[in-house]
Nanobody, 122 residues
Framework: QVQLAESGGGLVQAGGSLKLSCAVS????????MAWSRQAPGKEREFVAG????????LYADSVKGRFTISREQGAKMVFLQMSNLKPEDTAVYYC???????????????WGKGTPVTVSS
C-alpha cells in the first residue's frame, strides 16, 4: 500500500523560494506519474506539476511554468518541487499525488498525501 508524506511547506515572502519534498512508501512503477497538486481556500484543486517516474519527463501548469521545477530521486523514492519567484497566488495546500494511470487526470482514486501548506505574503 502506497503512502505519501509531504514536507517543506511554510511562510515565504513574494519572490522567495521554497522546496517541497514527498516521501513515498510502497512500490512505484515506471509507468506511474508522481505529481503535485494544490488547493487554495475556496478554489478547486489545480494540477501543478508531474513527472513520469521512469522516463523523468515533466509537465507543468502554465501558471507555474518557468518558476517551479519537479524532480525525483528514484532510489530514495522521493519527489521534490522547487518553487522560485513565488507569488501570493501560489498560496495553497500542496499535495503529493501518485497518478497510477499516468494521464495527469488526478482524482480521489489516486493516492494523495495529507498536504503541506504554503503561504506567500506580498
Amino acid at each position: 500500500q502506497v503512502q505519501l508524506a509531504e514536507s517543506g511547506g511554510g511562510l515565504v515572502q513574494a519572490g522567495g523560494s521554497l522546496k517541497l519534498s514527498c516521501a513515498v512508501s510502497g512500490r512505484i512503477y515506471s509507468s506511474h506519474i508522481m505529481a503535485w497538486s494544490r488547493q487554495a481556500p475556496g478554489k478547486e484543486r489545480e494540477f501543478v506539476a508531474g513527472i513520469r517516474w521512469g522516463a523523468g519527463t515533466t509537465l507543468y501548469a502554465d501558471s507555474v511554468k518557468g518558476r517551479f521545477t519537479i524532480s525525483r530521486e528514484q532510489g530514495a523514492k522521493m519527489v521534490f518541487l522547487q518553487m522560485s519567484n513565488l507569488k501570493p497566488e501560489d498560496t495553497a495546500v500542496y499535495y503529493c499525488v501518485l497518478d497510477r494511470n499516468g494521464d495527469y487526470g488526478l482524482t480521489d482514486r489516486d493516492t494523495w498525501g495529507k498536504g503541506t501548506p504554503v503561504t506567500v505574503s506580498s
